[in-house]
């Protein structure tokens, strides 16, 4: 079993949209979660970055992580056919345990 | 200010042969990751490297290798290719070991 499960998709919603995309992991270590995103043929981008248990928003994006849950999401409103990419999951423990774990990704296509 | 380069952006080899890739961090930056992203695995982590000190090592067999120089920038060997090893190479660097990593647009690898 993968320390970090994600859906692989893929996952067409219209336009305009709310979009909920899913991770569990099962390290308790993990203290750190982040969003990437994922153009074709381009390198990850960060979009969110949470520390422990919370929300986060910025913009039409919201990251929340359940931490006794060992679940996170990240929810975009409004969807644009430009969110059209994959957005890959991934966390981190403290000093000493910090290499990333990603999920494998969720594929997301906007339908204008 | 500039992004994280890499070289070559594409590169085609047969089996049994090597390949050196080049990372260049985001000026300032002194860590250095390599991930290895394929459909069926995801984004993997390979090696990170700070201040030319391999720091942590993912479960890649020894064929997989890398060295950072002074200028932080890095390299990654893969010797004795295999179909396997087919896949998008990512470099990601960070101002420490703790810090957002930014991604590279990456070296797609096709071993024949």
């Known amino acids: 079993q993968k320390e970090v499960e994600q859906d692989p998709g893929p996952l067409s919603v219209p336009e305009g949209a709310i979009v909920s995309l899913n991770c569990t992991y099962s390290?308790?270590?993990?203290?750190?979660f982040m969003w990437y995103r994922q153009y074709s043929r381009k390198g990850p981008e960060l979009l969110m970055y949470?520390?422990?248990?919370g929300n986060k928003e910025d913009g039409r994006f919201t990251a929340q992580v359940d931490k006794s849950s060992k679940y996170i999401s990240l929810f975009i409103r409004d969807s644009q056919p430009s969110d059209s990419a994959t957005y890959l999951c991934?966390?981190?423990?403290?000093?000493?345990?910090?290499?990333?774990?990603f999920g494998t990704g969720t594929r997301l296509t906007i339908i204008p | 200010k500039a992004g994280v380069t890499q070289t070559p952006r594409y590169l085609i080899k047969t089996r049994g042969q090597q390949v050196t890739l080049s990372c260049s961090p985001i000026?300032?930056?002194?860590?250095v990751s390599w991930y290895q992203q394929t459909p069926g695995q995801g984004l993997q982590f390979l090696f990170e490297?700070?201040?030319?000190?391999?720091?942590n090592k993912g479960n890649f067999p020894g064929r997989f290798s890398g060295r950072q120089f002074s200028n932080s920038r890095s390299e990654m060997n893969v010797s004795t290719l295999e179909l396997g090893d087919s896949a998008l190479y990512l470099c990601?660097?960070?101002?420490?070991?703790?810090?957002?990593?930014?991604f590279g647009p990456g070296t797609r690898l096709t071993v024949l």
């Open positions: 991934a966390m981190r423990g403290n000093f000493g345990n910090e290499k990333l774990t």
């Open positions: 949470t520390y422990s248990s």
């Open positions: 490297y700070f201040s030319e000190t391999q720091r």
């Open positions: 990601a660097s960070s101002l420490g070991p703790t810090d957002t990593q930014y």
């Open positions: 390290n308790s270590a993990f203290q750190y």
């Open positions: 000026s300032g930056h002194r860590s």
